[in-house]
């Protein structure tokens, strides 16, 4: 039988997720709930579903699996709310808008029979999977340079309120801080300058990291640059060797010395594709039809929040900061 799927928040990622879901034979999407209820309607009678008004309408739906893609504020709320139902969890980044609420859920995600997993897309995007393929085959990174010039952080309107989306750091760093450990291994210490031009939260970013192992790396962001492609971009410098992913669309890979550059494009595939959002769904769903582990752990999202707080805290202090050691899966 079908996984019986039930989404809060019908804005742009909930419609993400649930269109992704429900082109699934493993899973149905039974019903939509957004404390918007028109929108809620829009999406579940565009999907075959049911509309309900929060949270428990879902779960009185016999959902398996709850996808959380409301603004940040009420994710560690909802999430743990339906872990204590024995609902399975797919909640959008970042888990939490505190480390005190995230630890919270994080214990709660760890609690045996527990599903949990937070969506780090870039992990399931091809660009990412590719790098990750030529770190498998052999390339060390001893420095990295990323850069994530977020055009306009003022749409959707809730994100530039610290109180909701829990800041910058929160609503769009965490996912290269996730891609920095994944790519390059354990973050040992930090220092950052931060500024706040435009929005009531800090968005202009100049962070360093030192890693063990001893590579480095510059991490520069913004909320106020225009869309100018590659928004994103992340270069990887070996030994007289390179990476560089633009976007989510293409990888430039150097081998160095007399060989050939190779250039992978990505950039016709479809968005759901491109930025991992379908096999990101596809391999929740294996993970939870096989009992197996979800693809990435609550540790690890736990992880991306520990580091954003001890960035907040360098920018603040004026100093660099040691992290601890990351988990071990
Ligand atoms: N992984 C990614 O690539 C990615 C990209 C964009 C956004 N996100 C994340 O997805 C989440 C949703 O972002 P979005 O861009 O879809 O926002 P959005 O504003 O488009 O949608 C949020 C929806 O939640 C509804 N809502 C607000 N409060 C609610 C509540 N208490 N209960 C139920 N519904 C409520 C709103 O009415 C709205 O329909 C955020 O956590 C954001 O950080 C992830």
């Known amino acids: 039988m079908a996984v019986r799927i039930g989404v809060l928040g019908a804005g742009q990622m909930g419609r993400t997720h649930a269109e992704v879901l429900s082109r699934d034979p493993r899973a149905s999407v039974v019903a939509v709930a957004d404390a918007d209820a028109e929108r809620a309607a829009r999406l579940a009678s565009a999907l075959?579903?049911?509309?309900?008004?929060?949270?428990?309408?879902?779960?009185?739906?016999?959902?398996?699996?709850?996808?959380?893609?409301?603004?940040?504020?009420?994710h560690a709320e909802a999430a743990a709310r339906a872990l204590e139902r024995g609902v399975a969890v797919l909640c959008e980044k970042p888990m939490a808008t505190s480390l005190k609420e995230a630890r919270a859920l994080?214990?709660?995600?760890?609690?045996?029979?527990?599903?949990?997993?937070?969506?780090?897309?870039?992990?399931?995007?091809?660009?990412?999977?590719?790098?990750?393929?030529?770190l498998d085959g052999g390339f060390r990174p001893l420095l990295a340079n990323l850069k994530m010039?977020?055009?306009?952080?003022?749409?959707?309107?809730?994100?530039a309120d610290p109180a909701v989306s829990g800041g910058f750091l929160y609503e769009n760093l965490v996912h290269f801080f996730d891609l920095l450990e994944w790519l390059i291994g354990p973050v040992a210490e930090v220092s950052c300058l931060a500024r706040g031009p435009f929005y009531a939260d800090l968005n202009d970013f100049v962070v360093s990291f030192a890693f063990e192992g001893g590579a480095i790396a510059a991490l520069t962001a913004t909320g106020h640059a225009s869309w100018l492609h590659p928004a994103e971009k992340t270069e990887l410098v070996g030994d007289h060797a390179a990476i560089v992913v633009e976007g989510l669309d293409r990888v430039i890979h150097s081998p160095g010395d007399e060989a050939a550059v190779a250039i992978e494009d990505f950039a016709r595939l479809s968005r759901e594709e491109r930025w991992g959002y379908r096999d990101q769904a596809a391999e929740i769903l294996a993970a939870y039809l096989s009992g197996a582990k979800p693809c990435f752990s609550p540790a690890r999202a736990l992880r991306t929040l520990e580091i954003a707080e001890a960035i907040a805290a360098a920018a603040r202090e004026g100093r660099s900061l040691k992290l601890g050691p990351p988990p071990s899966d």
């Open 149 to 159: 010039h977020e055009g306009d952080y003022r749409t959707p309107s809730w994100v």
């Open 106 to 134: 994080f214990e709660a995600a760890s609690r045996p029979g527990a599903f949990f997993v937070v969506g780090h897309n870039r992990r399931h995007a091809p660009v990412y999977r590719r790098v990750r393929a030529l």
């Open 48 to 74: 075959g579903a049911r509309a309900v008004g929060d949270l428990e309408g879902l779960v009185a739906c016999g959902i398996d699996l709850l996808v959380v893609a409301t603004p940040n504020r009420f």
